[in-house]
């Protein structure tokens, strides 16, 4: 992975200290996930903390951001990445697991309009020698469970969750949301190349007793060769990518 800052089309960030660097999964989520009516927002597993700051680019003045970062030194980073962050909004990063938040920060509980997630997403494969990168990539201190019935519990009514996950998980993801009173809004399948099944799935879920239609999409990040970038997946980086 690259070393040193990524530089972003109006922001940088560091991430030396951070077991996992700027991605192309969180990229995608941190343009696809709509940020409308959005006043505080949380990120579980913040990382260096870039994938918030993408969305402070398209929410509104006075926003708040809240980065949640179990490592430490990634937590650090986060910190930091914030503190430079060019938009007019606040943001914060707490050290900690996001089991525990509500426990030391009460007031958090039932006050967020969205939480937005790249999680430790694999379970039961095979890990590094680099203990920081298994925390970031595994889900063994942040289950599927657990981030759900955190975010239920920090999301006001009618708040927003989301995720990106592999494909082979998301029947199991939609049976850990749906179980804890969310209710699926959007759903989009991510293919690498046009060529190949989709790796990756993002996901939109709504806390809401109330009855939530679905609408399903695909976005194809590669045509048939590397680098031969879809116009869709263009549109959506722009904003954010040096060179589109």
């Known amino acids: 992975m690259a070393k040193g800052p990524f530089h972003f089309k109006t922001f940088t960030v560091g991430q030396d200290g951070a077991a ?10 941190g343009c696809w996930c709509p940020v409308q009516d959005a006043r505080r927002v949380m990120d579980i597993g913040a990382g260096n903390g870039y994938v918030g700051i993408m969305l ?16 430490p030194d990634a937590a650090l980073q986060c910190k930091e990445n914030y503190l430079t962050q060019p938009f007019p909004a606040q943001a914060k990063a707490w050290q900690g697991a996001i089991q525990s938040a509500t426990d030391t920060h009460p007031e958090w509980k039932c006050t967020f309009d969205l939480i937005v997630s790249n999680p430790p997403f694999f379970k039961s494969k095979p890990k590094s020698q680099n203990a920081a990168r298994n925390l970031a990539r595994h889900d063994d201190t942040l289950p599927m469970g657990d981030l759900v019935k955190a975010a239920a519990s920090l999301l ?37 190349m046009q060529h190949l099944p989709a790796k990756r799935v993002i996901t939109e879920w709504v806390k809401t007793h109330d009855k939530v239609s679905t609408q399903y999409g695909e976005l194809t990040l590669e045509g048939k060769a590397t680098l031969d970038f879809t ?3 263009l549109d959506i980086v722009r904003p954010y990518l040096k060179g589109t």
């Open 56 to 71: 402070l680019q398209r929410m509104i003045p006075g926003a708040e951001l809240f980065g949640v970062e179990l490592e």
């Open 156 to 192: 006001k009514e009618g708040g927003r969750l989301c995720t990106i996950w592999p494909i082979d998980r998301l029947q199991e993801w939609n049976g850990w949301a749906s179980g804890f009173g969310f209710g699926i809004k959007q759903t989009t399948h991510i293919k690498t």
């Open 231 to 233: 116009e869709a997946y």
């Open 20 to 29: 996992m660097k700027v991605g192309t999964d969180g990229i995608v989520l």
